[in-house]
């Protein structure tokens, strides 16, 4: 069994900072990190091996050179080997080009049984790349996997997170699984991993090593465009009492909003 | 005669019901259709559903394009996704727009690349630019940091996905005519459903209610969800968390809002003992109503409330249970 992972590079959530003035994203000094939902996915693509065992495991990512650390981060946890791609033709791809980009790049690598992601990046916030790389590899589609049950005889059963509770679904390999923070809790990396990780050699793939032309990469191959960026003021005026001035008169203000909510006892509209 | 192109709406089947996103997205839909002088239809698949259409209709859709069989009676990723892929193909419609549920959510990822088109995640609003005719698809991004406003210039249907409750549906109107077209088209899956395990728990999944009691860190301890979940039931609500709960086990997964968790925008949200990282206001910033109880009276949970009170979780919630009950 060949399994492969899907790594971005994100900006660590608590550092985001906005440029009050243009409303984007403040980058220069800000620490990058491996997303932290893919980081069940690395660790979940482990554990399968250790449980059906799996020839190879490979960490994939698309981004700029610095994205390598992500993928170091993936070596460090277990995966055995990382491939970036990346290329200036890559800058400006909306959720299909990066798709298409990230299932080239698996194409490249391979056959693969299962193909793991995170849920959705912590910037992006989509949740679409998985899945798509997955459907224009032809897997089957697994959205929301909060537990694997069984992989084999070509199929695998999942459990899958959805409103209201848990569904348990079987469909043949290979299959993408986009997962969700409850599958696991991620290991610590051990020295020897870290040591090894920050060793590896990871390969850079550009545009020209791949079987998608030109006009289907970056911006020119994204059917999308971010036309405005605003930065919205939710700063609200609400009004702020102590407890300490008097608990009742609080309780007041509280039970005062909600029946202006229409909200009522025994959740009965007012 | 069927009427081509136009907005499509994607209704959603729950338990055999069209739930409450369906007429959502009708709301949203009836206003792009009017602006662009074009129908709008619903697209409504599932397992003894056709009788629901006309509910469609009167909600706001002009035409129900209803496929309803056996082997649609759960949702599976794979026929959902070429059922759809297969009318979208032959009506092509100018936008097609879907809920951000787990449904909407895993389905429109697969025919955005079958349709080899733009898709934009997670909308809080819609509208039509109308020099060009084009969807203006607003998203928060960057943690709600920021909002971007996104365009689908190169490709058909302009797609997306809609955070629910991000529109109340249109009063129902059982005077309204539509169009009821039947298809029928392949159904067949080549995965299974082998069961559904519901959460026990108490109220609506997060996504669906009114109202949020969550608790952060300032609870201090598993034990003291119990007091959440008291107050959640006495207002008709569910109980959220924030990651830092949920890190510490005190409350499941499934509760967690925010960045990493989910995204919730109820009537009225009452944060106990929760400081208000960005990770966590980028999920509920959006509600109605923002009620927050913390000690520290510089947390920035209060930049986002609309009622503050500073004081402890564990003291204030008891005595709002209490004056509720009295």
Request: aromatic letters at 4%.
């Given at each position: ?5 899907l ?6 959530t ?14 220069e000094g800000?620490?990058?990190e491996?997303?932290p939902?893919?980081l069940?996915a690395?660790?979940?693509?482990v554990r399968?091996r ?11 990512s698309m981004?700029?050179?610095r994205?390598?650390k992500?993928l170091r981060s993936?070596l460090a946890?277990?995966?055995d080997?990382?491939?970036l ?9 909306d ?13 490249r690598e391979?056959a693969?049984?299962?193909v793991?992601?995170?849920?959705r990046?912590t910037d992006g916030?989509t949740?679409?790349v998985?899945p798509?790389?997955g459907?224009?590899?032809g ?14 005889d070509g ?5 899958r997170?959805?409103?209201g509770?848990h569904?348990r679904?079987?469909a ?9 923070k409850e599958i696991?809790v ?5 020295l020897?991993?870290?040591m090894?990780a920050?060793?590896?050699e990871?390969p ?9 032309s030109?006009?289907r990469?970056?911006l020119?191959?994204?059917p999308?465009r971010?036309v405005r960026v605003?930065y ?5 005026k609400g009004?702020?009492l102590s407890?300490?001035?008097g608990?009742?008169a ?6 005062g909003?909600?029946?202006s ?8 509209r007012a | ?7 499509w709406?994607?209704s ?5 019901l069209?739930h409450q996103v369906?007429?959502?997205l009708?709301?949203?839909?009836r206003?792009?259709a009017d602006v ?7 697209v409504?698949m599932g397992?003894g559903?056709?009788g629901q ?6 909600h706001g ?6 496929v309803?069989?056996p082997?649609?009676a759960d949702?599976?990723?794979d026929?959902?996704a070429?059922?759809?892929?297969d009318?979208?193909?032959?009506h ?5 727009i879907?809920?951000a549920t787990?449904t ?5 990822p ?5 349709a080899d088109?733009?898709?934009t ?7 039509i630019e ?11 991004a960057?943690?709600g940091n ?5 365009r689908t210039p190169l490709g058909?249907?302009?797609?997306c996905t809609?955070?629910p409750r991000s ?5 129902e109107d059982?005077s309204r ?6 298809e029928?088209?392949d159904?067949s ?14 109220g609506?999944?997060l ?5 949020i009691v969550?608790?952060?860190r ?7 969800f119990?007091m959440?979940e008291?107050l959640?039931a006495?207002l ?5 968390a924030?990651?830092a709960?949920v890190?510490m086990?005190?409350a499941p ?10 995204s919730?925008?109820p ?10 990282a960005?990770?966590?206001?980028a999920?509920m910033?959006?509600?109605?109503t923002?009620?927050?109880?913390n000690t520290?009276p510089?947390?920035?949970i209060?930049?986002v409330?609309?009622l503050?009170i500073?004081?402890d979780?564990?003291?204030?919630v008891?005595a709002l ?5 009295s």
């Open positions: 069994m060949r399994v492969a992972v790594v971005k590079q994100v900006p660590a608590e550092d985001v900072r906005i440029d009050d003035a243009t409303g984007t994203m403040i980058r800000v620490e990058a491996l997303n939902l893919d069940h690395v660790e979940e693509a399968l250790e449980r059906f065992g799996a020839s190879e495991i490979v960490a994939l981004g700029p050179p994205a390598a992500a993936a946890m277990g995966c080997r990382g491939v791609l990346s290329d200036a033709k890559f800058a400006g791809s959720t299909l080009a990066t798709a298409r980009t990230l299932a080239s790049g698996l194409r391979g693969f049984d299962l793991l992601s995170g849920e990046a916030e949740g679409q998985g798509a790389v459907r224009i590899l897997m089957s589609p697994l959205a929301f996997v909060s537990a694997v049950e069984s992989v084999g199929r695998i059963v999942v459990r997170a959805v409103e509770g569904e679904v079987e043949p390999l290979p299959a993408m699984l986009s997962v969700v696991n991620p290991r610590l990396c051990t020897g991993g870290r090894r920050r060793r590896a990871i850079v793939v550009g545009a020209a090593e791949l079987d998608i030109d006009d990469l970056g020119a191959g994204s999308t971010v605003s919205p003021h939710v700063v609200r009004r702020v407890a300490k001035d608990l009742d609080a309780l007041d203000e509280i039970l909003v909600l029946e909510r229409g909200i009522a006892r025994g959740g009965e | 005669m069927i009427e081509s192109g136009g907005v709406t994607l959603e089947v729950r338990g055999g069209v369906s007429y959502e009708l709301a949203w839909g206003d792009l662009l002088g074009t129908p709008l239809s619903a409504l397992h559903v056709a259409a006309e509910g469609l209709v009167a859709a002009d035409q129900v394009y209803v309803d069989s082997e649609l949702f599976l990723p026929s959902f070429r059922v759809l892929g009318l979208v193909s032959r092509r419609p100018e936008i097609l879907a809920s787990s909407g959510r895993a389905l429109m697969l025919l955005f690349v079958d088109t733009g898709l995640a997670d909308c809080t609003e819609l509208s109308t020099d060009e005719r084009l969807l203006l698809q607003t998203r928060p960057i943690g920021v909002m971007a406003d996104i058909r249907p302009q797609m809609v955070r529109r109340r549906p249109l009063p059982r005519t539509g169009r009821i077209v039947e029928t088209p159904v899956s080549v995965m299974r459903l082998l069961e559904f395990l519901p959460e026990k728990k108490v609506a999944p996504q669906d209610a009114e109202v969550s608790g952060g300032g609870m201090k301890g598993a034990r003291n119990a959440l008291e959640a006495l008709g609500g569910s109980v959220g924030s990651r709960a890190d086990n005190w997964y499934s509760s967690q809002v925010g960045l990493s968790g989910k919730v925008t009537k009225v949200y009452i944060a106990c003992g929760i400081s208000g960005v990770q966590h206001l999920g910033s959006a509600s109605d923002v009620i927050a109880i520290d510089e947390a920035a209060f930049r409330a609309d503050g500073v004081g979780a564990l003291e204030v008891p249970i209490g004056r509720l009950r």
